[in-house]
């Protein structure tokens, strides 16, 4: 049986005019997950700041809280993301974020990971060894 854990504790984060029906995001946690935590955390990325390469050893999901960020993920197109997008990264997956805009992205996001390693691994670019 798989435990379904409702992420709406990360509703506070998302009390804001500009958001009024604000997501109802789930992670199911299975129970053999047992050196697993779910982990949420808002993340402001600056304008010109670019989040280099890395993974995690666990499962990103992201929420697009205000503002624009560019995301590449190793083997796939560079997406455009805005306010009300969300993204998945699957674990060990490298992945890269820019803000080219003028105001900081706000992101809201949740890690289904390794309780005792760390949260980010710095890896280099994909085809790069």
Same mark, same amino acid.
């Given at each position: 049986?798989?435990?379904?854990?409702?992420?709406?504790?990360? @509703?506070?984060?998302?009390? *804001?005019p500009a958001l009024a029906d604000p997501p109802d995001?789930? &992670?199911?946690?299975?129970?053999? @997950?047992? #050196?697993? %935590?779910?982990? &949420?955390?808002?993340?402001?990325? @600056?304008?010109?700041? /670019? $989040?280099?390469?890395?993974?995690?050893?666990?499962?990103?999901? *992201?929420?697009?809280?205000?503002?624009?960020? #560019?995301l590449q993920i190793a083997g796939s197109p560079i997406?455009?993301? $805005? %306010?009300?997008?969300?993204?998945?990264?699957?674990?060990?997956?490298?992945?890269?974020?820019?803000?080219?805009?003028?105001?900081? @992205?706000?992101?809201?996001?949740?890690?289904?990971?390794? /309780? #005792?390693?760390?949260?980010a691994i710095p890896v280099a670019p994909p085809g $790069?060894?």
């Amino acid at each position: 049986m798989r435990t379904s854990i409702p992420l709406l504790i990360a @509703a506070a984060f998302l009390a *804001s005019p500009a958001l009024a029906d604000p997501p109802d995001i789930h &992670v199911d946690v299975p129970n053999n @997950a047992k #050196n697993m %935590e779910v982990y &949420v955390r808002e993340r402001d990325i @600056a304008p010109g700041e /670019k $989040v280099d390469w890395h993974i995690h050893h666990g499962t990103e999901i *992201s929420y697009v809280l205000s503002g624009a960020l #560019n995301l590449q993920i190793a083997g796939s197109p560079i997406r455009h993301l $805005v %306010e009300g997008d969300w993204f998945q990264v699957d674990p060990d997956t490298p992945h890269r974020a820019t803000n080219d805009g003028t105001e900081p @992205a706000r992101l809201l996001i949740t890690y289904l990971r390794d /309780k #005792n390693g760390p949260l980010a691994i710095p890896v280099a670019p994909p085809g $790069v060894h």
